[in-house]
């Protein structure tokens, strides 16, 4: 299995195809498997590469960790991955929910490695102008999960969000029952170490105008317009002055809908 070792943990990844690096970040699950199909779709034009983050699945943590900053050591891993994978070369970024507010940060921090960085959709609700009482309802589904757990948890996690079909499948698959071996540790690892944080996490929106031309926010056609994760991207495109991307279907549209992403993201990326 390839592996890298990074400060503090062994980061777990997967190659598909050959070309320009095109490296996806998985959001709340933490885990590679959800980007498999779109991986298949991508590897004639690029070398895609897949990982679980530090704490998810196979990505296992070594030592002591920072969990004040774990949002900026995420970004970092992004980077050293990327060195590691294409020394010579900047990288195409994906991310998606979590993992968008991931690639945000890898921006930020590390813009020298990074061609493009594709966000979708990020909870970010930090953006808002109703950020207080959005903060809140977040806040009141990680008190039902400590309380009450995971299941009850979720539910109102799918209603606040305005989960549609595909979301909605994806938190059922969070079931330890429906989901694969990691699924347990993944969403606990989740609630308890990023759910809170990732969305309130303040973005130095200067510096993201300064790497602008390297950002390109997407939103799925199936998403409600009044979810937070398409909320959010709707600020970050007026902040910035960036024109949103549509994609064919829902939140996590890539995972159902692979080849009709896989040419979408060709059209958009290489077009550019």
Not at 16 to 21: A, I, Q
Not at 112 to 127: A, C, G, T
Request: charged share 20%; with cysteine.
């Amino acid at each position: 299995m390839p592996e890298l070792e990074v400060p503090g943990a062994c980061l777990h990844y997967e190659i598909h195809g050959k070309g320009p690096l095109f490296l996806c970040i998985s959001g709340g699950t933490g885990s590679l498997e959800i980007y498999s199909q779109l991986a298949q779709h991508l590897k004639q034009h690029f070398t895609v590469a897949t990982y679980d983050r530090r704490g998810f699945s196979r990505s296992v943590l070594v030592g002591s960790q920072d969990y004040e900053h774990r949002l900026e050591t995420d970004a970092d891993d992004v980077a050293l991955l990327i060195k590691h994978l294409s020394p010579d070369k900047p990288a195409f970024v994906l991310g998606n929910s979590s993992g968008a507010v991931v690639a945000l940060e890898a921006l930020i921090r590390h813009s020298d490695v990074v061609d493009k960085v594709l966000v979708q959709e990020p909870p970010l609700i930090s953006v808002l102008p109703d950020f207080h009482a959005v903060q809140g309802k977040v806040q009141q589904v990680h008190q039902i999960y400590r309380k009450n757990g995971v299941a009850p948890a979720m539910e109102q996690f799918a209603s606040m969000t305005k989960s549609g079909a595909e979301t909605a499948a994806l938190l059922a698959a969070f079931d330890p029952k429906v989901g694969g071996p990691y699924t347990s540790g993944n969403v606990m690892y989740w609630l308890e170490r990023e759910f809170l944080p990732y969305p309130t996490h303040d973005i130095d929106m200067e510096v993201l105008k300064k790497h602008k031309g390297k950002l390109m926010l997407l939103n799925c056609e199936g998403t409600h317009r009044e979810a937070l994760h398409y909320r959010a991207n709707v600020v970050l495109a007026e902040r910035l002055d960036l024109e949103l991307d549509v994609m064919p279907g829902g939140h996590v549209g890539f995972a159902y809908m692979p080849e009709q992403w896989a040419r979408r993201l060709v059209e958009i990326v290489i077009g550019s």
